[in-house]
């Protein structure tokens, strides 16, 4: 099956950290991805993870990953003003000859003062 | 500057016309990708093509068409059989190697009045 989710909005205090969660259902995912959106703009590739890793992270982004429980998270430490958009998660369906992503329906990240 | 070009950045049109939506990349990409978004939903995968002269359907081709001829170019035609054309569409090329992952244009709003 390829159904990703996650929760709609998250608010958090600038400074803060900011964890976004997503669950997938296909486990033979191979990679798995969290976008950035910004109002009106196109998806910007923030990390992504592979399926035999537990964790990533590149500077204030730290993604965990539990298969298991397909589950994916997406921690932001001192979240800014410039970190409100939207954030999605993606994983790979893999066919015969191609690769294909499904994606959450996103999680409204705000972040107030 | 290697990138997605999508133009128009909106696009009106009458109920009843098709219209034609462009996406161009520079990149060498083989693989390109045409996703719908709508409020409150993830990316939802109207085609994709693998290589030039070849593509399938995603998960909600219907109304729509595209067409291949150059690897650089992959047009998407709403037509008048789309019930709900409104939306923003996002064209996407794939970056092969190690990690699969999508790379996105700015997008293009459509509304049909």
């Known amino acids: 099956g390829e159904d990703v989710e996650q929760s709609l909005f998250l608010s958090v205090r600038e400074g803060d950290s900011s964890v976004i969660n997503c669950t997938y259902t296909d486990s033979s995912s191979t990679y798995l991805y969290w976008y950035k959106q910004e109002p009106g703009a196109g998806l910007q590739l923030l990390t992504y993870i592979f399926s035999n890793m537990d964790m990533k992270q590149d500077q204030r982004l730290t993604v965990l990953l539990n298969k298991k429980d397909k589950h994916l998270s997406l921690r932001i430490a001192d979240t800014q003003t410039g970190d409100s958009a939207i954030y999605f998660c993606a994983e790979t369906i893999r066919g015969a000859n191609d690769y294909k992503l499904s994606f959450g329906a996103g999680t409204t990240v705000t972040v107030r003062a | 500057d290697g990138g997605i070009t999508q133009s128009p950045k909106y696009l009106f049109r009458k109920e009843g016309q098709n219209v034609t939506l462009s996406c161009e990349q520079n990149?060498?990409?083989?693989?390109m990708y045409w996703y719908r978004q709508d409020p409150g939903q993830g990316l939802r995968l109207i085609y994709y093509s693998q290589i030039v002269n070849d593509f399938q359907k995603g998960d909600i081709a219907e109304g729509y068409s595209v067409s291949r001829e150059k690897k650089e170019s992959f047009p998407l035609t709403v037509t008048s059989a789309q019930k709900n054309p409104t939306a923003f569409y996002l064209c996407?090329?794939?970056?092969?190697?190690?990690?699969?992952?999508?790379?996105f244009g700015p997008g293009t709003r459509l509304t049909v009045l």
């Open positions: 996407a090329s794939r970056i092969p190697g190690q990690g699969n992952e999508q790379f």
């Open positions: 990149l060498n990409h083989d693989a």
